[in-house]
């Protein structure tokens, strides 16, 4: 009996040893109360600005493939190039660049695409921001148009990843065609319904989110002139509108 209770004793040692084995580990990291952080109030849960990440390098590199331009270059007025029933949209040879530094509000966005026998690139490389959620010129986790309270309501309020706002020319067959015109270019939520393109805006909603599909991605870019037309939409002289829904981030 004596021997029975021995063993067993010896056995909850044991037991009582491994389980500080298996313990250790956590302790010997060094991990003290509140090294990893500690959320304050909502903290834990709210979406936090780029600058509030320790390791935030502010260097932004995507490609877009898959170039649709909404119209036609060479369309007259009257003219509809945001096309949200999705009519007009025009594929064509070409690829967006993106390679920017949203810390200095600099860098490059560099659109080449091919209509017809003309060959069109636009550089966009001076941003600047006119307000303030416009960030100096390049912007990242920010919402815009639609009910958001941030730029024009042309198109539906989206979750924008990166944006940016300033001065882009327009090159045709390598001559300089637009000088200085207003640019904007959006890393955006997808827009246009997959099967019919479509874009469901405007419509009457019940929830709060803008008319857009946060399961897909894409990059906008427009191109406008200070001339306006009311005969067009939007009621410019001049608006390209080209996207890309085949966003690589490198």
């Known amino acids: ?122 550089v966009f490389d001076r941003f600047a921001g006119a307000v303030p959620y416009q960030d100096g010129g390049i912007a990242t986790r920010v919402y815009e148009h639609g009910d958001s309270g941030n730029g024009d309501p042309l ?20 001559d300089l065609l637009l000088k200085d015109y207003a640019a904007h270019f959006m890393v955006m939520e997808r827009s246009r319904d997959p099967k019919t393109h479509e874009v469901h805006y405007p419509t009457k909603r019940t929830l709060p989110g803008g008319e857009t599909d946060p399961a897909g991605m894409e990059i906008d870019l427009w191109v406008r002139s200070k001339d306006q037309n009311t005969k067009n939409f939007p009621p410019y002289e001049t608006f390209l509108h080209l996207y890309w829904e085949e966003v690589t981030w490198r």
Not at 79 to 104: C, M, Q, S
């Open 1 to 122: 009996m004596r021997q029975i209770r021995s063993s067993m004793f010896v056995a909850a040692l044991g037991l009582v040893f491994l389980s500080l084995i298996y313990l250790k580990p956590a302790t010997s990291l060094g991990a003290g109360p509140g090294q990893f952080g500690t959320p304050k109030g909502d903290e834990g849960t709210r979406i936090f600005n780029a600058t509030e990440h320790p390791d935030y390098s502010g260097q932004f590199r995507l490609t877009g493939q898959g170039t649709v331009l909404v119209g036609s270059m060479h369309d007259r007025s009257p003219w509809d190039h945001l096309d949200y029933a999705g009519k007009r949209l025009n594929p064509v040879p070409g690829r967006i660049l993106v390679e920017v530094d949203e810390r200095t509000n600099a860098g490059l966005v560099l659109a080449d695409f091919v209509e017809g026998t003309d060959r069109y690139r636009i």
């Open 155 to 174: 198109y539906p309020k989206t979750w924008l990843y990166l944006a940016g706002w300033g001065k882009a020319d327009v090159f045709k067959n390598g």
